[in-house]
């Protein structure tokens, strides 16, 4: 299985500025996604990023609001922009290996004041 | 549309004991895979255990099992021999082979008992 790393784990930002979440494989992978958990709730997947071509955003997720990088095989970015407290949540990346797994990262706590 | 339903929003269980978590789905496909993950207070999301639609047989990992009824679309968790270390929330989730979207339940938190 992926061992994934995310930085930073946590971090409390004022309304209105911009935080960008990192996501590290250590291992080549095609897939990476982006979760969001909010407090107490399920996951619900933000985009997926493939190497080499623009994020696919799911309902309700905007390039704008969610801009994602992903530069090469092995990490990617996420960043939430002109944040409010409806952004305070749980961002998680995930891998996929050739079986169809996923594998999280530890997560980044953001909270929007 | 495919949707995962976990009607458990909390369990509990007395260690050394057993619990069985359910979770439904709906789906038109007949090809699919199904996932247990726990996700402890730590927030770390763990895989626990993957059913290929196509298998009859049910999974088993340790202690895990599953109970995959595919007429029924019910894919239930067992954990024998509980232990305080399974005090997490569990998801239940849903994945069809020519997409790479993970469909997550709701969740079930799990308390553990001494």
């Known amino acids: 299985s992926a061992v994934i790393s995310q930085k930073p784990s946590r971090d409390i930002c004022q309304r209105g500025t911009s935080l960008t979440i990192q996501c590290q494989v250590d291992?080549?992978?095609?897939?990476m996604f982006w979760y969001r958990q909010q407090p107490g709730q399920s996951l619900t997947l933000i985009a997926t990023?493939?190497?080499?071509?623009?994020?696919?955003?799911e309902s309700g997720f905007v390039i704008d609001k969610f801009p994602i990088s992903r530069p090469n095989l092995t990490f990617s970015t996420l960043t939430v922009s002109n944040m409010s407290p409806e952004d305070s949540s749980i961002y998680l990346c995930?891998?996929?290996?050739?079986?169809?797994?996923?594998?999280f990262g530890p997560g980044t706590r953001l909270t929007v004041t | 549309a495919q949707t995962v339903t976990q009607s458990q929003p909390e369990m509990s269980v007395q260690e050394a004991e057993t619990v069985t978590l359910s979770c439904t789905y709906d789906?038109?496909?007949?090809?699919?895979?199904l996932f247990w993950y726990k996700q402890p207070p730590s927030r770390q999301m763990i895989l626990v255990i993957r059913?290929?639609?196509?298998?009859?047989q049910n999974a088993t990992e340790n202690r895990f099992s599953v109970n995959f009824q595919k007429a029924a679309k019910s894919f239930s968790l067992k954990i024998s021999d509980s232990q305080l270390g399974d005090a997490a929330m569990y998801f239940c989730?849903?994945?069809?082979?020519?997409?790479?979207?993970?469909?997550f339940g709701t969740g079930t938190r799990l308390q553990v008992f001494p």
């Open positions: 995930s891998v996929e290996d050739y079986s169809y797994e996923q594998y």
């Open positions: 291992s080549q992978v095609t897939m």
């Open positions: 990023a493939n190497q080499g071509s623009e994020a696919t955003y």
């Open positions: 789906t038109s496909e007949s090809d699919y895979y």
């Open positions: 059913q290929e639609a196509y298998k009859q």
């Open positions: 989730a849903y994945r069809t082979w020519n997409t790479d979207k993970l469909i």
